[in-house]
């Protein structure tokens, strides 16, 4: 993984600057565009120091966006491109401490119910018009509440907004919102133009095709299937930025495919589709850096069905724990570049309690557990259960083939129903049709937002994401609900802990594995990827050399 790099805050210090972000009362603020620096290259790459500007990136993703509105198209593949185009009022460095953007400085209340931005001078959206509060009030109270089930989340208590002053925006809790510069980065949060989006569906509006921004590229033109290409803007609010004349985005859905066209140079940048193997056999090609950031703290966890006899006996969840041999799937699905899994949330989160034990194999015990519990054999087999598993995602479907050859030896047969995706999320979690599931759960970069859809007694629901297994527990949801209404970073943290231990106590899923998902680009451009994950990617500061 890349280190930090290093970077000059004025006269505020780091440790200034994060504590001012964890209490209240404080202002921040930062002038001017992030310094340039180098991040996550290989020992012996070669290290440009002075940004030039030109130079087209090619970008290869597994599909095309749907449309490139972030608010309608929640996916990766409309984020990638939308987060050139639009801007949000932060942004994250490398450890997700937020950076101010089109907010350049922000005060909270010491209670954290109230939020003052103040916004950039002399933004412009790329037809020309000026931006303003009301673009981000537009998108705060109109668009977002109605198409985007984050700010349902994040917004629940907003009382109020106060945009009276074009270059100042007020935000106001009935709660403290203690976790809301953690999504005022997020792709969801990106700002719309008001005077293209107001007073039309923004599901259907002629823009989500051809859309005007603030950010560092422009819309110029797109052939579905083929490529997306954006242009640099002259005229982009932050003095010298962006470098490169043009990003183009092609659509390349076989992973082989595209780390050929990145080795080949036909590409320079492969967003999430390098697999592990392939991570290996590119460590050796100093023209190359693999990486895969991430501060969405995934674990691939094998969910039981809580509604199915026996999967509802506490005993028979620890004992297809005990079953499960975590270290054989680092090493052969992942080539040991990652971890086990030693609770729900991922060991990146800043959250992650490191106290939680390593989980091992113990097929004795988990033997005794079952014929304890009457669960006794007929042949070579106790019972028979169905393991649902998206067959396009091949770390998932080897790992379901790892807990097959597992729970055999502890006499559970495994039937694996591998199929596309639409298939077996729905199966999953609107019919709630299977047994076991081996799927990931994202819970950063901040998961008092994230666990009441996929753990929380809410989450039983039917939706896309939520908590399937049909766990429910008073515990969990009130340490959650506390969580959601602390400021103070070291009590929430505190919080999370309680509720990492409750759930490993309870098993409603069973943790596996840290999965990866590795991007890699050509050394050639510097500062491709300063985001802490590629959920957040940007390209105003990447430049390339020749």
């Given at each position: 993984?890349?280190?930090?790099?290093?970077?000059?805050?004025?006269?505020?210090?780091?440790?200034?600057?994060?504590?001012?972000?964890?209490?209240g009362?404080?202002?921040?603020?930062?002038?001017?565009?992030?310094?340039?620096?180098?991040?996550?290259?290989?020992?012996?790459?070669?290290?440009?120091?002075?940004?030039?500007?030109?130079?087209?990136?090619?970008?290869?993703?597994?599909?095309?966006?749907?449309?490139?509105?972030?608010?309608?198209?929640?996916?990766?593949?409309?984020?990638?491109?939308?987060?050139?185009?639009?801007?949000?009022?932060?942004?994250?460095d490398?450890?997700?401490?937020?950076?101010?953007?089109?907010?350049?400085?922000?005060?909270?209340?010491?209670d954290?119910?109230?939020f003052?931005?103040?916004?950039?001078?002399?933004?412009?959206?790329?037809?020309?018009?000026?931006?303003?509060?009301?673009?981000?009030?537009?998108?705060?109270?109109?668009?977002?509440?109605?198409?985007?089930?984050?700010?349902?989340?994040?917004?629940?208590?907003?009382?109020?907004?106060?945009?009276?002053?074009?270059?100042?925006?007020?935000?106001?809790?009935?709660?403290?919102?203690?976790?809301?510069?953690?999504?005022?980065?997020?792709?969801?949060?990106?700002?719309?133009?008001?005077?293209?989006?107001?007073?039309?569906?923004?599901?259907?509006?002629?823009?989500?095709?051809?859309?005007?921004?603030?950010?560092?590229?422009?819309?110029?033109d797109?052939?579905?299937?083929?490529?997306?290409?954006?242009?640099?803007?002259?005229?982009?609010?932050q003095?010298?930025?962006?470098?490169?004349?043009?990003?183009?985005?092609?659509?390349?859905?076989?992973?082989?495919?595209?780390?050929?066209?990145?080795?080949?140079?036909?590409?320079?940048?492969?967003l999430?589709?390098?697999?592990?193997?392939?991570?290996?056999?590119?460590?050796?090609?100093h023209?190359?850096?693999?990486?895969?950031?991430?501060?969405?703290?995934?674990?691939?966890?094998?969910?039981?069905?809580?509604?199915?006899?026996?999967?509802n006996?506490?005993?028979?969840?620890?004992?297809?724990?005990?079953?499960?041999?975590?270290?054989?799937?680092?090493?052969?699905?992942?080539?040991?570049?990652t971890?086990?899994?030693?609770?729900?949330?991922?060991?990146?989160?800043?959250?992650?309690?490191?106290?939680?034990?390593?989980?091992?194999?113990?097929?004795?015990?988990?033997?005794?557990?079952?014929?304890?519990?009457?669960?006794?054999?007929?042949?070579?087999?106790?019972?028979?259960?169905?393991?649902?598993?998206?067959?396009?995602?091949?770390?998932?479907?080897?790992?379901?083939?790892?807990?097959?050859?597992?729970?055999?030896?502890?006499?559970?047969?495994?039937?694996i129903?591998?199929?596309?995706?639409?298939?077996?999320?729905?199966?999953?979690?609107?019919?709630?049709?299977?047994?076991?599931?081996?799927?990931?759960i994202?819970?950063?970069?901040?998961p008092?937002?994230?666990?009441?859809?996929?753990?929380?007694?809410?989450?039983?629901?039917?939706?896309?994401?939520?908590?399937?297994?049909?766990?429910?527990?008073?515990?969990?949801?009130?340490?959650?609900?506390?969580?959601?209404?602390?400021?103070?970073?070291?009590?929430?943290?505190?919080?999370?802990?309680?509720?990492?231990?409750?759930?490993?106590?309870?098993?409603?899923?069973?943790?596996?594995?840290?999965?990866?998902?590795?991007?890699?680009?050509?050394?050639?451009?510097?500062?491709?990827?300063?985001?802490?994950?590629d959920?957040?990617?940007?390209?105003?500061?990447?430049?390339?050399?020749?």
């Open positions: 993984m890349p280190g930090e790099c290093d970077r000059s805050w004025g006269r505020m210090t780091r440790r200034q600057f994060l504590r001012g972000v964890g209490y009362g404080v202002a921040l603020s930062l002038a001017g565009p992030l310094a340039a620096c180098e991040h996550g290259r290989t020992s012996g790459s070669p290290v440009a120091t002075s940004p030039k500007k030109g130079g087209t990136l090619v970008v290869a993703m597994d599909a095309d966006a749907p449309n490139l509105n972030p608010m309608t198209s929640q996916v990766l593949e409309t984020f990638y491109p939308s987060n050139q185009i639009f801007d949000t009022l932060v942004k994250y490398a450890k997700f401490n937020p950076i101010p953007w089109l907010a350049r400085s922000w005060t909270i209340s010491g954290g119910k109230m003052s931005f103040v916004l950039a001078n002399g933004v412009q959206w790329h037809d020309g018009q000026p931006f303003s509060s009301a673009d981000v009030a537009y998108t705060f109270q109109e668009a977002g509440p109605k198409y985007s089930n984050t700010y349902t989340l994040v917004m629940e208590h907003l009382e109020s907004l106060d945009a009276s002053d074009p270059g100042r925006v007020v935000l106001r809790f009935s709660e403290p919102a203690g976790a809301l510069l953690a999504y005022l980065g997020d792709p969801n949060f990106n700002i719309l133009p008001k005077h293209i989006y107001s007073g039309t569906d923004p599901r259907t509006n002629p823009a989500n095709s051809h859309p005007v921004g603030t950010g560092p590229f422009m819309f110029k797109w052939v579905r299937g083929d490529h997306l290409t954006l242009s640099r803007n002259a005229n982009y609010w003095k010298n930025l962006p470098y490169l004349d043009q990003i183009v985005f092609r659509p390349i859905p076989n992973p082989a495919a595209s780390v050929s066209a990145l080795q080949q140079g036909d590409v320079g940048f492969v999430t589709q390098i697999q592990p193997v392939d991570a290996q056999r590119l460590k050796s090609n023209q190359i850096v693999t990486l895969s950031p991430s501060v969405l703290a995934r674990t691939l966890d094998l969910w039981p069905n809580l509604r199915h006899m026996p999967l006996q506490l005993k028979v969840r620890q004992a297809i724990s005990l079953a499960i041999d975590r270290p054989r799937m680092v090493r052969d699905i992942a080539f040991n570049q971890v086990t899994a030693r609770g729900p949330l991922g060991s990146k989160s800043p959250y992650f309690d490191t106290s939680l034990p390593e989980l091992k194999r113990d097929v004795s015990k988990a033997n005794q557990m079952l014929d304890e519990v009457g669960l006794h054999r007929h042949g070579n087999f106790r019972l028979s259960l169905n393991l649902r598993v998206v067959s396009s995602l091949d770390q998932f479907v080897k790992t379901a083939e790892i807990v097959k050859e597992n729970l055999a030896d502890v006499g559970i047969d495994i039937n129903i591998a199929a596309e995706t639409t298939t077996t999320l729905d199966a999953i979690f609107k019919r709630w049709d299977f047994d076991l599931a081996v799927y990931s994202p819970l950063g970069p901040e008092s937002l994230q666990l009441p859809a996929w753990l929380g007694t809410v989450g039983i629901n039917h939706a896309y994401f939520s908590n399937a297994e049909g766990y429910s527990s008073s515990t969990v949801d009130q340490l959650i609900a506390e969580a959601q209404h602390t400021v103070d970073h070291s009590t929430r943290a505190a919080l999370y802990k309680r509720i990492q231990v409750q759930i490993m106590k309870d098993l409603p899923l069973i943790p596996l594995w840290e999965p990866i998902f590795i991007s890699g680009y050509r050394t050639e451009f510097h500062d491709p990827f300063l985001a802490p994950d959920r957040y990617i940007n390209w105003a500061m990447t430049w390339e050399s020749t």
